[in-house]
T-cell receptor, first 112, second 111 residues
């Protein structure tokens, strides 16, 4: 089945370290998104990309960067991780003309 | 800017009771509304969208533009309905195909 996958699924790191979270999809979708989920805050959009050459900031992009290496791959980087970036991170994809988003399983990141 | 409000963080009902999860939105144009569900230890998945006007797993939601609401309802809750529910709004047009999520409501259905 076409799917959205994320690696790693869990990561514990220390303050100041550089971290990369990866997302891959086999759905053939052009659009990809990164969200973080925090208890009581719901899902907040970090970055999104509508095609390989298009990168856009979401509502909470500070402290994060992204790379769209190919249509199927969208990576999220924390250049210098800090404890308040501890959260569950989700990647999602959507087709060009349909607003339904398909989510990956999530990456649980803990910054000590 | 668009906004989605889910006033209840937690909602607890007994099996067989009716359930209503509230969602209000603010947007001056014509939005597209969704409900997403996240079962324990699973990824978010679409439950339903207002344009399809479907009933999924016994849930329905009607868009009320006058009250700017999109409440999710089910007449008889089941234990397997226990999950986190997110209301989301999409503002389409031009290059803007993003979802704005509410903060979620955790539904617990007790036996």
């Amino acid at each position: 089945d076409a799917d959205v996958t994320q690696t790693p699924r869990n990561r514990i790191t220390k303050t100041g370290k550089r971290i990369m979270l990866e997302c891959s999809q086999t759905k053939g979708h052009d659009r990809m998104y990164w969200y973080r989920q925090d208890p009581g805050l719901g899902l907040r959009l970090i970055y999104y990309s509508f095609d390989v050459k298009d990168i856009n900031k979401g509502e909470i992009s500070d402290g994060y960067s992204v790379s769209r290496q190919a249509q199927a791959k969208f990576s999220l980087s924390l250049e210098s991780a800090i404890p308040n970036q501890t959260a569950l991170y989700f990647c999602a994809t959507s087709d060009l003309f349909v607003n339904e988003q398909f989510f990956g399983p999530g990456t649980r990141l803990t910054v000590l | 800017a668009q906004r989605v409000t889910q006033p209840e963080k937690l909602l607890s009902v007994f099996k067989g009771a009716p359930v209503e999860l509230k969602c209000n939105y603010s947007y001056s144009g014509s939005p597209e509304l969704f409900w997403y569900v996240q079962y324990s230890r699973q990824r978010l998945q679409l439950l339903l969208r207002h344009i399809s006007r479907e009933s999924i797993k016994g849930f329905t939601a009607d868009l009320n533009k006058g009250e700017t609401s999109f409440h999710l309802k089910k007449p008889f809750a089941q234990e397997e309905d226990s999950a986190m529910y997110y209301c989301a709004l999409s503002v389409s047009g031009g290059s803007n195909y993003k979802l704005t999520f509410g903060k979620g409501t955790l539904l617990t259905v007790n036996p």
